[in-house]
């Protein structure tokens, strides 16, 4: 949900999550459900978890019952929500994982009325599309912030493996030179 989509039941659980003193971020994206992020401090988390056990938040779809406590532990995750009519998706994220910092910087304000400001990272394209020219084999692809992030989760996991293996056969070369 882009903030100009919000209706009066986005701007109403927007105005709960302030009043109850959460930092917090919105994703924007095409889907129909708004996207937040709390802060991964744990008394924010805990803040969020009590403000939706209040309000009557309930997990979208079948499953088992919606336990606030582990929201409330900051344990990474996401919930997708129904808060009073309102697809909310909560995204927790881990103080080391650096998610956070990258929304938090990457966040445009955005005053959605008067007295009322949210954080919201654009779902913008963080590469330029462009047409290939003759000199060039392929155009450059449009990658959102979601994809981006996966991409570089990707390349965390290759790069942990590979100085693993290394350290493995630095290992193995000290025991083979010990004999």
Same mark, same amino acid.
């Given at each position: 949900?882009?903030?100009?989509?919000?209706?009066?039941?986005?701007?109403?659980?927007?105005?709960?999550?302030?009043?109850?003193?959460?930092?917090?971020?919105?994703?924007?994206?095409?889907?129909?459900?708004?996207?937040?992020?709390?802060?991964?401090?744990?008394?924010?988390?805990? $803040?969020?978890?009590?403000?939706?056990? &209040?309000?009557? *938040? #309930?997990?979208?779809? +079948?499953?088992?019952? =919606?336990?606030?406590? /582990?929201?409330?532990?900051?344990?990474?995750?996401?919930?997708?929500?129904?808060?009073?009519?309102?697809?909310?998706?909560?995204?927790?994220?881990?103080?080391?994982?650096?998610?956070?910092?990258?929304?938090?910087?990457?966040?445009?304000?955005?005053?959605?009325?008067?007295?009322?400001?949210?954080?919201?990272?654009?779902? $913008?394209?963080?590469?330029?599309?462009? &047409?290939?020219? *003759? #000199?060039?084999?392929? +155009?450059?692809?449009? =990658?959102?912030?979601? /994809?981006?992030?996966?991409?570089?989760?990707?390349?965390?996991?290759?790069?942990?493996?590979?100085?693993?293996?290394?350290?493995?056969?630095?290992?193995?070369?000290?025991?083979?030179?010990?004999?």
């Amino acid at each position: 949900m882009r903030v100009d989509d919000f209706d009066a039941d986005v701007l109403t659980l927007v105005r709960r999550l302030r009043s109850a003193g959460v930092q917090f971020v919105v994703l924007e994206d095409e889907d129909d459900g708004l996207t937040v992020v709390p802060g991964p401090a744990r008394r924010n988390v805990e $803040r969020a978890a009590r403000l939706l056990e &209040r309000s009557g *938040a #309930r997990l979208s779809g +079948p499953g088992p019952k =919606l336990d606030f406590g /582990e929201i409330g532990r900051g344990r990474p995750g996401r919930w997708p929500l129904d808060v009073g009519g309102v697809a909310l998706d909560l995204m927790v994220v881990g103080l080391d994982d650096g998610r956070w910092t990258t929304y938090f910087d990457e966040a445009v304000p955005f005053e959605i009325e008067a007295g009322l400001k949210v954080l919201a990272v654009p779902d $913008r394209p963080i590469i330029s599309v462009r &047409r290939a020219d *003759a #000199r060039e084999a392929m +155009p450059e692809l449009a =990658l959102t912030q979601r /994809e981006r992030d996966d991409l570089r989760r990707r390349r965390r996991r290759e790069t942990l493996r590979s100085e693993r293996r290394a350290a493995r056969r630095a290992s193995i070369r000290r025991l083979a030179g010990r004999r």
